[in-house]
């Protein structure tokens, strides 16, 4: 039997039958591809902490599947306490269901800081769990019902999204070019297609023959152990490059683009991603090459008026001094600063590819008209 190529693989999944999330442990790709489950609370908490799933849009994912499964323990917990008094059928009365089920929520919603489609998607699943249980006073079991709609419908638009961001991103390049990426915005982080790499695959679809250059990015090595992976296992035309030589490839002339994915975008057009991302924006800017920002609406945060504003997540000392060495590479006691995003200011981005359209600076105005199109496009589909 011909192996099973990562593109074939789910990025996030549920096994509603086993209650579980289902994801690849992505510490430890490309060596190794292992499918992991999630049970617990503190199994979930721990693969996005650890970065086993990662990526904006696959966080938001793995949490609404995550909340899901843990309000259906909420209430398994609770029958199995029920057969010593009222018996295993009995239904759960709501306010007792949702005190639990909030505290679920924020513990996972502290997992990571940054990629604010964590708590984008426990924010809606919330919202329908509220709607039901108290606005409309389903029974818990009904509840249970309209979250896992929710999850499974969180990860079905996913797909559409990236597929929209690919074709408007698409339009912003042509057959041949040369395209730069940092860290992974790929499918492995998303449902599929990826944000950055969307126009990519679908370019490659429709022979376009890009040349990619994949950030390496240190210290997790995302462009290096996944993105030069997916794309190299999708018959891309890609190279591999060190953080560091960015610009010596776009002073060559070899990138008529950047494309890059991001965690959260500050309403003024400020957009977060993973560290690194700033300096190639600052290059792409000295030599002329348009810099794309790749942005699921999920990951704009119109609360947020500018980049000053965002957290920035601080990961272990470890993951710069001695994490993918055989042994250490740094002084014992050395001090380390390891933020894992910067924030790209709104000057050196060209646009934000969005599913609902491209925008260009000023951004407070144009992320605004996308805001209104969604809006718009979302009451036409409720209709
Ligand atoms: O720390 P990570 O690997 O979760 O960081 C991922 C990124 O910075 C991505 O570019 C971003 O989440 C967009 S993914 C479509």
Not at 337 to 354: G, H, R
């Amino acid at each position: 039997m011909a192996e099973k190529n990562i593109m074939d693989y789910e990025t996030v999944e549920l096994d509603d039958n086993d209650s579980s999330v289902v994801i690849i442990d992505q510490t430890l790709l490309p060596g190794k591809t292992e499918i992991i489950r999630l049970h617990t609370a503190q199994e979930i908490w721990d693969a996005i902490y650890l970065l086993k799933v990662r990526g904006a849009p696959a966080i938001g994912v793995a949490a609404a599947f995550g909340i899901y499964v843990l309000a259906k323990n909420i209430v398994k917990d609770f029958r199995a306490d029920g057969v010593k008094d009222a018996g295993e059928n009995r239904e759960m009365p709501f306010g007792e269901f949702y005190e639990k089920f909030k505290e679920q929520k924020e513990y996972l919603n502290s997992s990571r800081p940054t990629a604010v489609n964590l708590s984008w998607a426990l924010n809606r699943m919330e919202a329908v769990c509220l709607q039901a249980g108290r606005e409309e006073q389903k029974p818990v079991t009904e509840v249970l019902e309209i979250l896992h709609k929710e999850a499974v419908e969180i990860k079905e638009e996913d797909t559409w999204v990236c597929k929209t961001i690919g074709e408007y991103g698409l339009s912003l390049v042509k057959p041949g070019d040369g395209i730069l990426t940092h860290c992974n915005a790929g499918q492995l982080a998303t449902s599929k297609y990826g944000t950055a790499t969307a126009p990519i695959y679908l370019g490659q679809e429709r022979g376009y023959g890009f040349k990619v250059f994949a950030d390496e990015t240190r210290p997790l090595l995302q462009g290096a152990r996944l993105t030069a992976y997916e794309l190299h296992s999708s018959g891309v035309d890609v190279t591999l490059i060190c953080d560091n030589m960015s610009a010596m490839v776009m002073k060559n002339g070899w990138v008529n683009a950047v494309f890059v994915g991001c965690d959260r975008v500050a309403a003024n057009g400020d957009a977060a991603n993973k560290i690194g991302t700033s300096v190639v924006a600052t290059v792409a800017k000295r030599y002329g090459v348009p810099f794309y920002v790749c942005a699921p609406t999920s990951t704009i945060d119109y609360d947020t008026p500018t980049g000053a504003e965002i957290k920035i997540e601080q990961r272990p000392a470890e993951e710069v001094t001695e994490m993918w060495y055989k042994e250490r590479m740094a002084p014992e006691g050395v001090k380390v600063f390891n933020p894992a995003f910067d924030v790209t200011d709104n000057d050196l981005i060209t646009a934000i590819v969005t599913e609902y359209g491209i925008a260009r600076a000023p951004f407070k105005e144009s992320l605004e008209e996308i805001r209104q199109k969604k809006i718009s496009a979302q009451k036409d589909k409720n209709q």
